[in-house]
């Protein structure tokens, strides 16, 4: 009598895991790049299109899908907060000249500036507001009122301490 040869119960093969992370096809990928390049920022639709050899209907087609749209957010980010330097050096230059409204822009998308409204609170110390927030009328116009007040005091005794010395 011959003994059958046990046989060791192997694991299931589990099937490999799919990824959830956005995967841009070849034309996307062409189109990101295109879109990416500061050079082509003033570039019509068509112009991006011809440039990254695709047809305008990939172009809405991918800026439908939040994956790519998210990509296109995390591309532009990353290129930002690389030209951190540049991009402050370029705007004081701007500023001396006199314009400045780009660099607002520029830190908000790279994540380095939140507009933020400081009024005081029924004490006078500073409290943060966020541009959300709504205010009667009648609480602003308080709060501008202690603002005022509070600027009238320190030079009433920036004054005093003038003449005094």
């Given at each position: 009598m011959k003994k059958k040869a046990k046989t060791k119960n192997k694991p299931a093969r589990k099937a490999p895991q799919k990824s959830t992370e956005y995967?841009?096809?070849?034309a996307e990928k062409k189109l990101l790049e295109?879109?990416?390049?500061?050079?082509?920022?003033?570039?019509?639709v068509t112009e991006i299109c011809g440039m990254a050899g695709c047809d305008r209907h990939i172009y809405y087609d991918a800026f439908k899908k939040d994956g790519f749209?998210?990509?296109y957010d995390k591309e532009s980010k990353a290129l930002i907060r690389k030209a951190k330097a540049s991009i402050i050096h370029a705007s004081i230059r701007a500023a001396q000249r006199g314009d400045s409204a780009h660099t607002k822009l520029l830190l908000t998308m790279a994540g380095d500036y939140a507009d933020r409204t400081i009024f005081p609170?029924?004490?006078?110390?500073?409290?943060d507001l966020t541009p959300k927030q709504d205010l009667s009328e009648k609480e602003i116009e308080r709060r501008v009122l202690v603002l005022l007040e509070k600027?009238?005091?320190r030079k009433q005794e920036e004054e005093k301490k003038n003449v005094k010395g």
């Amino acid at each position: 009598m011959k003994k059958k040869a046990k046989t060791k119960n192997k694991p299931a093969r589990k099937a490999p895991q799919k990824s959830t992370e956005y995967r841009p096809t070849l034309a996307e990928k062409k189109l990101l790049e295109v879109l990416l390049n500061p050079e082509h920022r003033l570039k019509t639709v068509t112009e991006i299109c011809g440039m990254a050899g695709c047809d305008r209907h990939i172009y809405y087609d991918a800026f439908k899908k939040d994956g790519f749209c998210n990509l296109y957010d995390k591309e532009s980010k990353a290129l930002i907060r690389k030209a951190k330097a540049s991009i402050i050096h370029a705007s004081i230059r701007a500023a001396q000249r006199g314009d400045s409204a780009h660099t607002k822009l520029l830190l908000t998308m790279a994540g380095d500036y939140a507009d933020r409204t400081i009024f005081p609170d029924k004490k006078g110390n500073p409290q943060d507001l966020t541009p959300k927030q709504d205010l009667s009328e009648k609480e602003i116009e308080r709060r501008v009122l202690v603002l005022l007040e509070k600027g009238l005091r320190r030079k009433q005794e920036e004054e005093k301490k003038n003449v005094k010395g």
